[in-house]
């Protein structure tokens, strides 16, 4: 038994004898190693222990990419490079760790995470829709192999950072990383966009992509599968006040009972949580509190809550309403200045006092300013149809994303209805993007001067009433 056994491993770290194991890299030995009630495999070749810093891959279990042939991830080309990196460099160890199978969620969740994706949700989202961590594999007992097997130091072969940090952790000191070259397919192209933008796996030097953070999907008005626009940043860096409403193609955004579940699909939803996770703040009506009870908070993708911003004029949110029960995220309860607000709330709810306004409407642009004291960063207003509309109608959207989604309601609650024109050609015309989200048709207006010069080096923009890309 190892010092490193004693002092940190009451379970204990017992292996197998070693065999020989002939592969199309070469000839490895191979020794099983079981901890904490786990079997895992390690195969080596040469004297690993010698070598100052050996190449060392600790793969994660995948049984789809590693045994079945499966392209949507890259995990069987990964294995399969890392065994040729290990025989060119003679000596060096890989590690395949069982229980990782689904970044550790295992293999049942994991092909459940698979239907969502084909869905639209991305790898992250799917995890996330099913309240399943992002990661959950945990590293120790590759660092107990690598202590037994006198490796403490090691050159690392993978393109994820947080492997490193958690290996650091458990005591191994990664003193370099190799990424593998590995191809990206057509069918794992979006995966691995992913992991590179959302799990900061390491893009290649060589990669079309490396050095930028460009996504191939920005700008595009084609479909897109883990719509990671470009304009998320552009939304993120700036201070616009941005709309987003999902209607149906008849223009509500619920039946006539205010049925609103669901208008548009799993695409649209990680779109509107991208944006929320965007901007500072995420405004809404108190007619959607009351018929929605909206948490507000970004779940479908990573990123942080924004401040909930209630716009409450008549007093009319109950306090059992999630934005001012939930701690969440901060809550800015926007409420008329002769309310007398009901019973206690949260310490995350902080009330503002909306001025007193002589024909019972408070300007847009005067909600925007009061939200802009005490909150930095883009605004979102969220909901519903005739706060929208009165923000269009006003003047203050700089950007308003509109999705169409292919059904028809007939009647029910509006979206987006403002006192219009009665001649055509002044109508409300400004240039506009489209994306596919899925069933459903993005419009993207840029209605302001800012936003339509933040975008304007974006492709696929149409001048208000031109051709739809
Ligand atoms: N939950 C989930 N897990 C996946 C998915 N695709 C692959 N995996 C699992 O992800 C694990 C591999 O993790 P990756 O993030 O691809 O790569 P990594 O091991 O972190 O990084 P490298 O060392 O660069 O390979 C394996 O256990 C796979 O089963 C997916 O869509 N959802
Ligand atoms: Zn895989």
């Known amino acids: 038994m190892t010092a490193w056994q004693r002092s940190t491993d009451p379970i204990g770290l017992s292996s197998g004898p070693p065999s020989r194991l002939p592969t199309a890299h070469g000839v490895f030995t191979l020794r099983s190693f079981t901890f904490d009630g786990m079997t895992h495999a390690v195969m080596s070749l040469g004297n690993p222990a010698m070598v100052d810093a050996p190449f060392v891959r600790v793969h994660s279990e995948c049984l789809t990419g590693d045994a079945l042939g499966s392209h949507r991830c890259d995990c069987g080309d990964q294995l399969s490079a890392a065994l040729a990196a290990i025989a060119d460099a003679g000596d060096g160890l890989l590690i395949y760790l069982r229980g990782h199978e689904g970044r550790g969620i295992g293999l049942e969740n994991k092909l459940r ?35 037994e097997l006198d490796c403490p130091q090691i050159t690392l072969l993978s393109s994820n950072p947080s492997k490193i940090t958690a290996l650091e952790d458990l005591g191994i000191t990664v ?118 009870d909206p948490q507000l908070t970004v779940r479908a993708v990573p990123g942080k809550n924004p401040v909930r911003v209630v716009l409450d004029p008549h007093g009319r949110v109950p306090a059992t309403a999630t ?13 008329g200045a002769e309310v007398a607000p009901g019973s206690d709330v949260g310490d995350h709810v902080r009330m503002v006092r909306l001025p007193v306004a002589e024909d019972d409407e408070i300007s847009p642009a005067l909600i925007v300013s009061l939200i802009r004291e005490h909150v930095a960063g883009s605004i979102l207003v969220e909901g519903g149809g005739r706060t929208v509309s009165s923000f269009l109608a006003a003047g203050v959207l700089d950007r308003l994303f509109l999705t169409s989604a292919p059904v028809f309601i007939g009647n029910g609650i509006p979206g987006i209805r403002f006192e219009g024109t009665p001649v055509m050609a002044q109508a409300l015309r400004r240039p506009f993007r489209r994306y596919q989200f899925g069933e459903d048709m993005c419009t993207e207006y840029l209605l302001s001067e800012l936003a339509n010069g933040a975008s304007a080096q974006d492709s696929h923009r149409c001048r208000g009433g031109g051709p739809t890309a």
């Not at 991305?122 to 959950?136: E, F, I, K, M, Q």
């Not at 934005?323 to 409420?335: D, F, G, K, N, R």
């Open 113 to 147: 995470a698979y239907a969502l994706q084909d869905d639209g949700l991305d790898t992250v989202a799917a995890n996330r829709a099913l309240d399943l961590p992002d990661d959950a594999r945990d590293y120790t007992a590759a660092a107990a192999i690598l202590q």
């Open 323 to 335: 934005v001012l029960t939930s701690p969440e995220a901060p809550t800015l309860w926007l409420i």
């Open 175 to 292: 003193t370099d990383r190799r990424g593998l070259q590995v191809p990206d397919r057509p069918e794992n192209s979006a995966y691995l966009e992913t992991k590179r933008r959302f799990m900061n796996h390491i893009v290649p030097p060589d990669h079309p992509h490396a050095g930028s953070t460009d996504h191939p999907h920005a700008g595009s008005a084609e479909t897109s599968t883990d719509n990671a626009l470009e304009v998320y940043d552009t939304i993120a860096d700036g201070d616009e006040v941005v709309a987003q409403l999902a209607q149906s193609e008849d223009g509500f955004i619920a039946t006539s009972d205010g049925d609103a579940q669901f208008v548009s699909g799993q695409i649209d939803r990680a779109h509107l949580h991208r944006i929320r996770a965007s901007v500072g703040a995420v405004l809404v009506g108190c007619g959607t509190v009351i018929a929605d």
